[in-house]
């Protein structure tokens, strides 16, 4: 960069006021000494109030009447920018100035000069022509005055001489100033570079501060969010903890008032403390004579106590007397009894035909002991004439139409007590079909038509139940069987009827039958349960083969184990309820015409005969002790043989239907009733052992 010197002022006259005549007079001299025009430039004056800085032309010696060695003389003025020192980069404000500052100086105004030279030949004609007017007096005057006017001037150009040379000093100080102002400004430009390096380098570190500080705010503002989320969370937790605190602050105040009333009470307590404290004190004494009646009284339970046990030993041994006596009477009683039970008539046999419904005549002469039946049938006699017959029976029991299922129970129950002391049973129910067999031996649905098997089930729970005080603990176990056609049927296994074959063992006294389901039984509900489900495959059975179970017996074997354990006894009984198959005759029936029931009848006949032969053979053999017993004649006595021994009780129930139509087959059962309960079966033996 060059700077510009200040240009100097067009003006083309700066020497002042002078009158135009002495300028003409002057003009003229000089035109006639040869001075030549005078620079105006070098004449104006600098301190002139309006007047602009003229810069001087470059002096030389040779030019300047001022010698070069006073320049440099003259005190150098204080430029007014200083950047300190007396130089830039030390260099001496009275070096050299540069030629291109030399260069750059203003050339002198063209406009100063006389522009033509006829303008000047004007000139000096005009003051020949005025010299010619004035005197010679005057003309000296003038040269005198030019003189002066010439000594003034060279003492002017002295003095523009001298300022010119502390102007040149300035505008060298102004040049050295502007060098350095240069350097400064390259330096400057340096520093500016730099800088704008510097600050590119920070405008990319600010745009990677300004992405990590967006990425970090971005970070900042998730944290913020979830922050934020967290203090709504803990707002809410705050929330809920101001609520517990309240619910607290309520309970403690509640507490408080509770403790409050809890210490009024707790004064009132300790007031009846100390009350009660003086009454333990008389309690005391009262207790001391207590604990000498309690000593008096533990000595007398003690006494009690063994007298207790003195009682349990004869209550033992008291039921042992007992089930003797029990027996003892049951033998008087006769070891095979026989119960009479007529049926009354059915609703059904009420509306059927007049002839169907008639009555026989049954009557029962005995009404204190229930023991007779009387029956009166007619008959035709060989000269034509009717006849009529008295019959009359006389049984342990005789039960007439309107008595009950317990009422008849009432009779068997000594058997099934029986049964738990260790003795074999059997119960029989004998009779024509329809005479009320099923329903004696199983009953209806309810409890008071249940028959004697739930009945006598029921009833051996009960007793094993009161024996347990006795120290008896029983076990028992069930099995329902049926015989038909001398085949044995397992009415609570799965299998099809008449398939499977069965055998009967005798071993020591109990009878087993191979392949048949027993199930142990805990309860009454258990049996009831199993007979229904015997109930249920013998109506199977049925359906297939028209009135199947009337022809077949049916066998339910309750077999009971008890044990001692106060006076080490065991003993085993076997309850033995049977259904017998109908006892019709085979005329009667009407079996001849049909091959199928023609054999079913003579099955059931022989069995049944089996059965009267066994019961005879046994009456027989208590008599003279030695008989043969045919129990193998039929299925029916070889499963019953140790419940038909001489050692067991036996009781046969004879159903009769009270028609008149079936009064024939009725004298028929009351005959075979009476054969057995005239025999005696012997003395009856328990199954009892003492275990050692
Ligand atoms: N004592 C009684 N009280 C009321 N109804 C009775 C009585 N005895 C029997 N019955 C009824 O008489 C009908 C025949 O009885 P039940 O079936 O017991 O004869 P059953 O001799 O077993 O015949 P089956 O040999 O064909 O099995 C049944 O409807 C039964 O309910």
Not at 528 to 539: Q, V, Y
Request: net charge positive; hydrophobic share 35%; with cysteine.
């Amino acid at each position: 960069m060059s700077s510009r010197l200040p240009r100097p002022a067009s003006s083309p006259d700066r020497l002042g006021p002078l009158p135009n005549l002495k300028r003409k007079a002057v003009d003229q001299l000089e035109e006639d000494d040869g001075i030549g025009p005078l620079k105006m430039s070098a004449l104006s004056h600098p301190s002139k109030p309006g007047s602009t800085f003229r810069p001087p032309r470059p002096l030389t010696a040779s030019s300047s009447n001022i010698p070069p060695s006073n320049i440099g003389t003259t005190k150098p003025r204080v430029p007014p920018i200083r950047s300190g020192g007396p130089g830039v980069n030390g260099r001496s404000t009275n070096a050299p100035i540069p030629k291109s500052t030399r260069a750059v100086s203003a050339p002198p105004p063209k406009s100063t000069r006389p522009t033509t030279t006829s303008g000047a030949r004007y000139g000096a004609t005009r003051v020949k022509t005025e010299a010619a007017a004035i005197g010679p007096d005057q003309i000296q005057d003038l040269r005198e005055e030019i003189k002066d006017l010439r000594a003034e001037q060279a003492a002017k150009n002295a003095k523009v001489a001298e300022d010119m040379d502390v102007e040149k000093l300035k505008v060298l100080e102004l040049q050295q100033l502007h060098a350095q102002q240069d350097e400064r400004l390259l330096q400057a430009r340096t520093a500016e570079t730099e800088s704008r390096r510097l600050v590119a380098d920070l405008q990319e570190k600010i745009e990677d501060l300004q992405k990590k500080h967006s990425r970090e705010i971005m970070t900042c503002e998730m944290d913020q969010s979830r922050l934020q989320r967290q203090i709504e969370s803990l707002k809410d937790d705050l929330r809920i903890s101001e609520a517990d605190l309240r619910r607290e602050r309520d309970t403690i105040s509640s507490l408080k008032t509770a403790i409050a009333e809890q210490s009024t009470a707790q004064v009132t307590l300790e007031a009846r403390i100390a009350a009660l404290q003086a009454a333990s004190g008389n309690i005391q004494g009262k207790l001391d004579e207590s604990d000498m009646n309690a000593g008096r009284l533990k000595f007398e339970l003690e006494q009690e106590r063994q007298r207790t046990s003195e009682l349990e030993d004869k209550l033992r041994e008291a039921e042992t007397l007992r089930r003797k006596l029990h027996n003892t009477i049951q033998e008087l009683k006769g070891n095979i009894r026989v119960f009479c039970r007529v049926r009354p008539v059915l609703p059904s046999e009420l509306t059927s035909s007049p002839s169907g419904s008639e009555l026989a005549a049954i009557s029962f002469p005995d009404t204190k002991e229930h023991r007779e039946i009387s029956i009166v049938s007619s008959a035709e006699s060989a000269t034509g004439m009717g006849r009529k017959e008295n019959w009359e029976f006389a049984f342990d029991k005789v039960f007439e139409p309107q008595a009950t299922q317990a009422e008849v129970f009432e009779e068997i129950s000594q058997l099934a007590q029986s049964c738990i002391d260790g003795y074999n049973v059997c119960i029989f129910a004998y009779g024509q079909t329809g005479s009320g067999k099923s329903f004696t031996m199983e009953g209806g649905p309810t409890e008071a038509t249940a028959g004697m098997i739930p009945r006598a089930v029921e009833q051996v729970f009960s007793v094993a139940a009161a024996l347990k005080s006795k120290g008896w603990e029983y076990k028992m176990e069930g099995q329902f069987l049926e015989i038909y056609n001398e085949t044995i049927n397992d009415l609570l296994g799965k299998g099809e009827f008449d398939k499977k074959k069965h055998e009967i063992k005798h071993d020591k006294g109990s009878t087993r039958v191979t392949d048949v389901v027993t199930v142990p039984l805990e309860s009454p509900s258990e049996v009831r349960s199993l007979l229904m489900l015997a109930h249920s495959r013998r109506t199977v059975a049925s359906t297939l083969m028209n009135e199947r179970s009337s022809r077949s017996h049916s066998v339910f074997t309750l077999r009971i184990s008890g044990t001692n354990g106060v006076t080490r006894e065991t003993c085993e009984g076997t309850l033995n309820l049977v259904d017998l198959a109908g006892s019709e005759r085979l005329n009667s029936s009407g079996a001849a015409a049909d091959k199928d029931r023609l054999k079913e009848t003579q099955n059931i006949n022989k069995s049944l005969s089996a059965l009267a032969d066994v019961i005879g053979a046994l009456g027989e053999k208590s008599e003279r002790n030695e008989k043969h017993i045919p129990y193998r004649n039929s299925k029916l006595t070889y499963l019953l043989q140790n419940s038909l021994s001489g050692h067991s009780k036996t009781l046969m129930v004879l159903n009769l239907s009270p028609l008149a139509a079936h009064l024939g087959e009725s004298l028929c059962s009351l005959r075979f009733a009476t054969k057995v309960n005239n025999t005696t079966l012997g003395t009856a033996r328990k199954q009892a052992r003492v275990v050692s």
